[in-house]
Each structure stands twice: as structure tokens, then as C-alpha cells.
């Protein structure tokens, strides 16, 4: 079982910068995967970027240049850096590890870009 806990979400104005942080409840460094994930209001939930454990990446077109995700292995932690936020970036974001096959998911943080 892995536990994942998002923070960092809130309230910004377009152009603007929010640092996600997403916590492990076991060790991170031998999970295969980690991500982040958004759900806008009526839309399906689609991937924003993905790190593997080897430190490799991917972007969704929409977010390449703008964010970047990043791990903390001595932490335990996933982050992910969004700069140049745009309105469209509002969703929830949900933090994901995978772990020999077995997915995981966080509870969830907010992201409100005001235009």
C-alpha cells in the first residue's frame, strides 16, 4: 500500500506560479512511476507529466516549458513546479505512483487560475 498526500493547490492569478508537493506514506525510491494527473469540471482526468525512477520524463503538450516535475527521493516527495499558469490549467491535480503494477492515487489539491 502507498499513501499519497497532495498540498500546495490554491488560488493564483494567470501568469503566476504554484509549487505542488505530493508525500509518499512508504519509500519512493523503488516506485516505477509517479505523476501528476488534472480533472477539469466536466472533462476526464488526464496526465500532466509523469517521472520515472530512473529521473525520466513527459510533459503533456499543454503544460511542455511551463511546468516541471521533479522527485525528492530522501523526502519521499514528487513535485511539481507550474510557472506561466493559465486559466485552462484549472483542475484538481492528483498525485499517482505506480508499483508493480498497482495504482495509486492521492486525494486530490485544487488549482484555481483567475484570468
Known amino acids: 500500500q502507498v499513501q499519497l498526500v497532495e498540498s500546495g493547490g490554491g488560488l493564483v492569478q494567470a501568469g503566476g506560479s504554484l509549487r505542488l508537493s505530493c508525500a509518499a506514506s512508504t519509500s519512493i525510491f523503488s516506485i516505477n512511476r509517479m505523476g501528476w494527473y488534472r480533472q477539469a469540471p466536466g472533462k476526464q482526468r488526464e496526465v500532466v507529466a509523469r517521472i520515472t525512477s530512473d529521473n525520466s520524463t513527459y510533459y503533456a503538450d499543454s503544460v511542455k516549458g511551463r511546468f516541471t516535475i521533479s522527485r525528492d527521493n530522501a523526502k519521499n516527495t514528487v513535485y511539481l513546479q507550474m510557472n506561466s499558469l493559465k486559466p485552462e490549467d484549472t483542475a484538481v491535480y492528483y498525485c499517482?505512483?505506480?508499483?508493480?503494477?498497482?495504482?495509486?492515487w492521492g486525494q486530490g489539491t485544487q488549482v484555481t487560475v483567475s484570468s
Open positions: 499517482n505512483a505506480l508499483l508493480w503494477g498497482y495504482s495509486y
